[in-house]
């Protein structure tokens, strides 16, 4: 309970700030909304639907981009983590393609995939592999040699001691990649849907923009980080839950 109440003090503290600076007009409401417009803008969203529309149509987008992220990026990172020779092989091109930002991409994916679900899935897919196949590979490389050694010479295989031992060691780092590739793939998401998009959180703010409701745009905006907030105690929640021993992460 007392971490709860510690965990409050700041954002209380600024929507008191905020509330003083609105309410007395030293920040206009075209520049900022107060809180009052917000709980509106929120109420009027929520009884309407079109909150939960924009959030489930986000949701849709960020899961299927970061699903095939993780599924493709987990296993390529292990792999390399584990041979020098696929790290050769890989290094080079992951090194020419990771400083790349995911908007550079967006017009290939208009071209290859037009508007839609498939063209905003590739574009979080990108912003979610790197984070994801890097995290991965540092933490299967990370793995402390004496528990190989110690492996090896109680007579362990090399399928065994990847499967045994490289993997359990390195699942902290795994699942910190995949908090990382998430963050990062949402907001993707939101960047995507603000350029080609005519559903999700993202065209909600850029609509409410054109129409100068800057209620509706904080509201948007405190959906995404709050949704980003819950999946990220999730998956906080799994760690704690399924890796106890919450070894060494990169």
């Known amino acids: 309970m007392k971490k709860f109440f510690e965990a409050l003090i700041i954002p209380v503290i600024l929507i008191v700030v905020w509330s003083i600076l609105t309410f007395t007009n030293l920040i206009p409401s075209y520049i900022l909304p107060s809180p009052y417009e ?10 309407t639907g079109e909150l939960f529309l924009h959030a489930m149509s ?22 390399i983590g584990w041979s020098k020779t ?37 574009i979080i897919f990108i912003g979610s592999f790197f984070p994801i196949l890097l995290n991965s590979l540092d933490a299967v490389k990370g793995v402390e040699r004496v528990l190989i050694e110690a492996a ?14 490289v993997l359990p060691a390195s699942s902290p780092g795994i699942l910190l990649g995949l908090r990382v590739g998430f963050g990062i793939g949402f907001m993707c998401t939101v960047a ?26 904080v509201v948007g905006m405190l ?19 399924y890796i ?5 992460t990169i």
Do not use: H
């Open 192 to 217: 995507a849907e603000m350029i080609a998009a005519k559903s999700g959180l993202g065209y909600l703010i850029m609509e409410a923009m054109r129409l100068l409701d800057t209620g509706e745009v």
């Open 38 to 47: 917000v709980l509106v803008a929120f109420y009027n969203l929520l009884i």
């Open 223 to 241: 959906t995404i980080g709050l949704i980003g907030f819950a999946i990220d105690q999730l998956l906080s929640r799994v760690e704690e839950k």
């Open 86 to 122: 696929l790290e050769r092989l890989f290094n080079p091109i992951i090194q020419i393609l990771r400083p790349i930002p995911p908007l550079a991409w967006v017009p290939f994916a208009l071209l290859w995939f037009g508007l839609g679900l498939k063209a905003e899935a590739f």
């Open 152 to 165: 090896c010479t109680l007579g362990a295989t090399e399928g065994q001691v990847l499967t045994k031992v």
């Open 244 to 248: 106890p021993w919450r070894g060494k």
């Open 58 to 79: 986000t949701l849709l987008r960020v899961v299927t981009g970061f699903t095939a992220a993780a599924i493709i990026a987990i296993p390529l990172g292990i792999g």
